[in-house]
Nanobody
Framework: QVRLVESGGGLVQAGGSVRLSCAAS????????MAWYRQAPGKQRELVAR?????KTTYADSAKGRFTISRAGNTVYLHMNSLQPEETAVYYC??????????????????WGRGTQVTVSS
């Protein structure tokens, strides 16, 4: 099992910046990718940024040039600049993990944190 705990959310003015943190614990050795998603009121959860193997990064079009995903040890960060009110949402940390069993059988799993609220005021 992998446990993910987000932190760093809060209230920020439009144009401001926030750094979110996601601390992973448990079977962290099995993690092969981590990502940040967000879900605004009345909307579907969407991918914001992903950090895969070999430090490969993927960003939503709206996040490119403003957001940066990074990792240090078992913690992944999301640096967000020039925030806009429409980006008010609960931000969730996600981890993809692979477990290896007898005969080299594998099982892919996804884990989610409980989320951290980011509110951008105008």
């Amino acid at each position: 099992q992998v446990r993910l705990v987000e932190s760093g959310g809060g209230l920020v003015q439009a144009g401001g910046s926030v750094r979110l943190s996601c601390a992973a614990s448990g079977s962290t050795f099995s993690i092969n990718a981590m990502a940040w998603y967000r879900q605004a009121p009345g909307k579907q959860r969407e991918l914001v940024a992903r950090l895969g193997s070999a430090s490969k990064t993927t960003y939503a079009d709206s996040a490119k040039g403003r957001f940066t995903i990074s990792r240090a040890g078992n913690t992944v960060y999301l640096h967000m600049n020039s925030l806009q009110p429409e980006e008010t949402a609960v931000y969730y940390c996600n981890a993809g993990a692979t477990a290896v069993y007898w005969g080299n059988a594998t099982r892919e799993s996804n884990y989610w944190g409980r989320g951290t609220q980011v509110t951008v005021s105008s």
